[in-house]
């Protein structure tokens, strides 16, 4: 059997579903983009501000406050203190359109193994985290807790999820909304095809109730090229109703309409204050989010 010398090729989707476990996947998937970063990109999650000390010599001037000196012409340090009580909610979208993929992955697969990361990810710094999974309605929900044999009851679940039915995100956001009864973090995976506006709204609940809220969107690659050509069979694996077309006439104006469905939830997002982040299914997920983690660490 030939050795694998680049770890990096653990992290490629296709090759993370033909891993064994779940916790494999999110082990390898964690030490790959914490490998490539100088300390850990989830700080910002675990982080509180604190207050305001005057600067002395040797203190790091990565925390200081241009804003206050701007001001005071006097240089501050932005003092943080940690929240050992985090809560993560990560809410995954199993409905049937998350069944789609077309590089021996599946959006669901995918969102799986960010899950999957996420949960091993804050339980490695001691945060709580709970699951809460939906297709037509809420299939499954697991409380936040901060045992690491929390961890496998989680991945349990992940490995057994199959994609199926409809779903009406804005309903369901509204009911898993009320089984988190605490401030907290709100992880929200999904293809988001449903209508933007009725989304957002729900997610904005969330915000209303003093939540941080992060939205992970994935595509797959052919949602978003339509690659094929000739005529083609298209059918709604949700509603099961079907039309055929011919790509390349139709394939301008669907990548214009597809720009516009994005572009919406992320200024829609931005203007709620809730973090927008876009993946593509096909792109490596430790490359993935650790670009997203190191961007939500150096905003602060």
Not at 135 to 158: C, D, F, M
Not at 173 to 190: A, C, E, M, N, T
Not at 237 to 247: A, Y
Request: aromatic share 12%; glycine share 6%; charged share 25%.
């Amino acid at each position: 059997m030939e050795k694998k010398d680049n770890k990096q090729n653990y992290l490629d989707p296709l090759v993370l579903a033909k891993l064994s476990s779940m916790l494999l996947r999110a082990r390898f998937v964690v030490e790959g983009f914490i490998a490539g970063l100088h300390q850990s990109p989830f700080r910002g999650f675990s982080l509180e501000f604190a207050q305001h000390r005057p600067y002395s010599v040797g203190d790091e001037l990565k925390y200081l406050d241009w804003k206050v000196y701007a001001r005071s012409d006097r240089f501050y340090i932005r003092q943080y203190r940690e929240e050992t009580n985090l809560k993560g909610y990560i809410i995954l979208d199993a409905s049937a359109s998350m069944g789609y993929g077309t590089r021996g992955i599946s959006k669901l697969q995918y969102g799986c193994y960010l899950a999957s990361s996420l949960a091993y990810l804050m339980l490695r710094q001691q945060d709580s985290v709970g699951l809460g999974t939906f297709s037509s309605k809420i299939n499954t929900y697991i409380p936040p807790r901060a045992n690491r044999g929390h961890l496998s009851v989680i991945l349990e679940e992940l490995e057994q999820i199959t994609p199926q039915g409809e779903t009406d995100i804005s309903n369901i956001l509204q009911d898993l909304g009320q089984h988190i009864k605490k401030r907290g973090l709100v992880i929200f995976i999904s293809d988001l095809f449903d209508d933007a506006d009725r989304v957002i709204k729900a997610l904005k609940y969330f915000r209303y109730r003093k939540n941080e809220v992060i939205v992970f969107h994935l595509l797959d690659p052919a949602e978003m090229e339509l690659p094929f050509s000739d005529l083609v069979l298209f059918e709604d694996m949700e509603k099961k109703t079907e039309i055929i077309s011919q790509p390349d006439i139709i394939r301008s104006q669907y990548k214009k309409i597809l720009a516009d469905f994005i572009e919406k939830y992320k200024l829609s997002c931005q203007e709620s204050g809730i973090d927008y982040c876009f993946m593509d299914t096909s792109v490596p997920l430790d490359k993935a989010l650790g670009a997203y983690l190191a961007k939500r660490e150096m905003l602060g």
